[in-house]
């Protein structure tokens, strides 16, 4: 009996513990459904909308990839309004050009150093460096023992000239009354003019030194002072006169330097010889007046090479009004060769423009629609630059007005990208 109820107990537990092993198994069962169809439900919604959003975002994409880049639509009469000219591209010789660098320096053949014909000590300096000067402008004066010896000899000539003149009029008085003989005539008229002589010698020799007879009217016994003038026009470059120094004709007091014309002197490659040649126009500018250009010609060409820098001198003479070209200012002369070469595409400069680091040319592709055509440019001569690739001969482009179209273009990028951030 007791062994019956152990063996209907056991049975009971492992029937119990069944139901208990199957509930649980079916409960973990049951959630694990429950995340996959929830997990499945959560990616099926998901990507239909990120698909339905990446669709969208594609295709605005697609619109601005494939929209009108670089292209820009302009109507006649707007184009009128802001200048853009169409002109067919056509070939064009273009002339050649030779650079070549230099310094300018003063026209030597306008500069004089000013100094005393006779030795002096200057007393007096009227002029100083840097001013401007006119020719016969008194610059300094000098206390000349020279310059004195001088006017003393003018002086006694003078008053011996006076006494010839008197005694060769009371000679022909006397010979009128016939109390003096003839001879005595010849002989005075004689004296007259050998004095005569030897005063217009001491004037020579004043004017020489350089005091004028003008100046030497009024008080004779004036302390004579001998003045240094300037013999040309122009700019005080050089000044070495002081006060209390002795100067002498070997001692410059100053330099002066007509600069209305300069030369600029550079330096021609050896290969270039051949196309340049004396009396050849040139085109000059320097650093510090970058848009200037001034025109030259070339007046003296070296015979000599320079064994290291296989280079020649050559001088170029150029205007310089406004004096705006000074010496020791670095130059640049362009000279212009002649157009021999075949025909070639040229577009002008200004029709050239840089749109995202590439040089391009504003064509016509349909009717009032410009885009930007990258090229290839080739050199460059009196504001053309030849086309090496990028255009054909005949079609239509913007001569005039590119710039307004680069803008337009700019802008219209600029709009795209506010959009596409909103």
């Known amino acids: 009996m007791k062994k019956k109820a152990i063996i209907i107990g056991l049975i009971l537990a492992v029937a119990l513990a069944g139901g208990l092993y199957y509930r649980t198994q079916h409960s973990k069962s049951g959630g694990a459904e429950h995340a996959e169809n929830k997990e499945a439900g959560h990616k099926d919604e998901k990507p239909g909308e990120h698909d339905e959003h990446k669709e969208k975002k594609e295709g605005h994409e697609g619109h601005d990839e494939h929209g009108e880049e670089g292209k820009i639509k302009m109507t006649a009469e707007m184009q009128k309004q802001n200048g853009v000219t169409v002109a067919p591209v056509k070939k064009q010789r273009l002339a050649g050009m030779i650079s070549a660098t230099g310094k300018v320096e003063a026209n030597a053949d306008k500069i004089a150093h000013v100094s005393p014909r006779i030795s002096g000590k200057v007393v007096n300096v009227r002029a100083s460096l840097g001013d401007s000067v006119s020719a016969g402008q008194q610059l300094a004066t000098l206390d000349s023992v020279e310059l004195g010896e001088a006017l003393s000899r003018y ?164 205007a310089n009004p406004g004096r705006k070209l000074k010496p020791e200012m670095f130059a640049t002369i362009e000279l212009v060769l002649a157009a021999d070469a075949p025909p070639v595409l040229a577009v002008p400069e200004d029709a050239i423009q840089e749109l995202d680091g590439k040089k391009v040319v504003f064509v016509v592709e349909e009717k009032d629609e410009f885009a930007a055509r990258p090229v290839q440019p080739g050199r460059t001569a009196n504001g053309l630059v030849e086309i090496v690739s990028g255009l054909k001969e005949g079609e239509n482009y913007a001569v005039k007005g590119s710039f307004i179209l680069k803008s337009e273009v700019k802008k219209g990028e600029m709009t795209d990208e506010h959009g596409h951030g909103k």
Not at 158 to 175: E, G, P, W
Not at 250 to 273: F, G, R
């Open 155 to 318: 002086h006694q000539s003078k008053t011996r000239l006076a006494l010839a003149q008197s005694n060769m009029d009371r000679i022909k008085t006397l010979v009128e009354k016939k109390i003096a003989a003839r001879k005595d005539i010849l002989q005075s008229e004689t004296d007259y003019k050998t004095v005569q002589t030897e005063l217009h010698t001491d004037e020579e020799r004043l004017s020489l030194y350089g005091v004028a007879l003008s100046e030497l009217k009024g008080d004779d016994h004036k302390k004579p002072l001998l003045p240094v003038r300037s013999p040309i026009g122009g700019i005080i470059t050089e000044k070495h006169a002081i006060v209390g120094e002795l100067a002498a004709p070997s001692k410059s007091l100053y330099t002066i330097a007509d600069l209305s014309s300069v030369w600029i002197v550079v330096d021609v490659n050896e290969k270039d010889l051949a196309k340049v040649h004396r009396g050849q126009t040139a085109a000059v500018i320097v650093g510090a007046y970058p848009d200037l250009k001034r025109k030259g010609r070339i007046t003296y060409i070296a015979d000599l090479v320079d064994q290291t820098t296989r280079t020649v001198k050559a001088r170029v003479e150029v």
